[in-house]
């Protein structure tokens, strides 16, 4: 039996000319939140729209519970729900309107309406809003309404295309709650540019760069999987004053030591990063070291690498030709 | 209730929720009232002969204002995804689009039952070929409406969707106009393909399959076409 809710295999995907998809390939599990992460432009709504349905892939396959969207389009459509990117919805209908006519298309069964319209009205926050027309909406409004129309037949799988995009940062937290929440049960894939989101939220990223995967990792592994970065403030202790070569070439010496980078020089000393394996603790090695070279340790702090790095340099390196 | 009456009954209330309907309506029933009464105070005869006679080539016009909105708009504001990322088939989507913009037109033309009901009150009326009239109306404009939809997934744009299927509504009213010009083997087949021509079989009263085809195949054909660029774009 195959237990993945979402497969994608060697997904490519022509605009005409352009090639947006150039095989991708993963699976999610049931239960996953996957945190779908790339620069503008790399593919990640084009996949969206392909595992929707709403697109057809040039070449490679979607699958949604072992079921190929492009021939059982009704069926995988039914357990999915959609957020597409900028939130398009009928600007001409009051909120409510739009709902019911949601639940009518999904012909959610009459004795269940009542209590999820409650359910949407409550997560979503869109009590205040229900006899509005949409067209007025503000952008975190409407935003809201169209997570409401993904969720209102609760699906067993959730696509959100930025779906955190406008909202304010009250709503952001709970939307963050409630991914959460829903990901207990629920197969999520969300795309968005907020880092820290991923980190809160995401227990899986996939990166794609330029229509390729570059990394298919959990959050922890991406962060540690590029060592940890120690930043250290040192001192001359005699009267000499300090030498930068001397200094880089002193705390490079131990084992546990990648790389050190002179950062720039402060008023009490000279900042410099050392890099350092993510499996071992450099900081005495490094304590150890400058006191060998006869230097005053001022500040030594450990962090582990940022997404934000690892996402730069994973999205940069082949030379990131951006749109 | 089915998804294709989902979908009409939201395109009817897009309808009478915004002006447009209002106008395009208002402007149907202005002209047609003035093809009526003309001829009722200029020649002093109550007759719906000019009303039958021009009201094909106003549907050619209005229908397409009817119908332009229907995928384009849509396609500009990008909730066809929305819309088709539900479980609903193209075609229902397709059909339930038609039956509103059938629905428009229809409730302008039942409007324009006043005037062979005021004729009804002053004299005699002959019902056989109103009815026949009326039908072949709702005939045309059911064609039409079709090729405006057609048109319609065409384009982004409302007016470029209208542009369109005014042309090939335009077209196939002028077939039969312009016969006299033509050999008679070929006049026959543009007779044939003329949605007047048919029309004004109908609206003598006699009910041929021949002309019921016609526009059954027009509309099928419309409706297909839809249904495959609708498919299209999701390619
Ligand atoms: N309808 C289209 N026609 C032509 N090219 C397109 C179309 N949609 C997307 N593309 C191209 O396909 C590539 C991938 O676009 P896509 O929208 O999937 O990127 P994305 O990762 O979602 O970017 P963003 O972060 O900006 O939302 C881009 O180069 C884009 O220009
Ligand atoms: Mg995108």
Known sequence: ?323 | MSKTLTIARREISAYFNSPMAYIVVGAFLLISGYLYFSTVFLAGTASLRSFFSLTPLLLVIFAPAVAMRLVSEELRSGTLELLTTMPVRDEEVIAGKFLAGLSVVASGLLMTLAYPLSIATVGDLDWGPVIGGYLGLLLCAAALIGIGIMASTWSRNQITAFILALMIGLVLWLFDKVTFFVPASLGRVLEYLSIDFHFRNIARGVIDTRDLLYYFSLLLISLFLAVLALRRRHA
């Open chain 1, 1 to 323: 039996m195959d237990s993945a809710m979402i497969e994608v295999r060697e997904l490519v995907k022509d605009y005409g000319r352009t090639r947006a998809l150039r095989g991708i390939d993963f699976s999610v599990p049931r239960g996953q939140i996957v945190g779908f992460l790339g620069p503008n432009g790399a593919g990640k709504t084009t996949t969206m729209k392909i595992i929707t349905g709403y697109l057809e892939a040039t070449s490679g396959q979607a699958l949604v519970r072992g079921l190929p969207v492009e021939e059982h389009p009704l069926e995988t459509r039914a357990h999915i729900g959609y957020l597409p990117e900028n939130a398009p919805l009928y600007e001409d209908m009051m909120v409510q309107e739009f709902l019911d006519f949601v639940a009518d298309i999904r012909q959610i069964p009459a004795a269940q309406r009542r209590q999820r319209f409650r359910l949407m009205t409550e997560v979503c926050g869109i009590g205040d809003v229900l006899s509005k027309n949409i067209g007025e909406l503000s952008k975190g409004f409407r935003q809201r309404v169209g997570l409401a129309h993904a969720m209102i037949h609760d699906p067993e799988i959730l696509i959100l295309d930025e779906p955190t995009s406008g909202l304010d940062p009250n709503q952001i937290a709970e939307i963050r709650k409630l991914i959460r929440e829903l990901g207990r049960e629920k197969t999520l894939i969300l795309s968005t540019h907020i880092l820290p989101e991923v980190q809160a939220t995401c227990d899986r990223v996939i990166i794609i760069s330029d229509g390729k995967l570059v990394a298919d990792d959990t959050v922890q592994g991406l962060m540690t999987g590029d060592g940890a970065r120690i930043q250290v403030l040192v001192a001359p202790r005699g009267e000499s004053p300090l030498e930068m070569e001397k200094v880089v070439e002193s705390l490079q010496k131990p084992d546990s030591v990648r790389s050190v980078s002179v950062v720039g020089e402060k008023e009490d000393g000279l900042a410099v990063d050392v890099l350092s394996d993510a499996a071992v603790d450099a900081r005495r090695d490094i304590f150890e070291a400058a006191i060998a070279a006869d230097l005053a340790l001022l500040e030594m702090q450990r962090q582990s690498v940022s997404l934000e790095e690892t996402f730069r340099r994973l999205t940069m390196e082949d030379g990131g030709e951006h749109v």
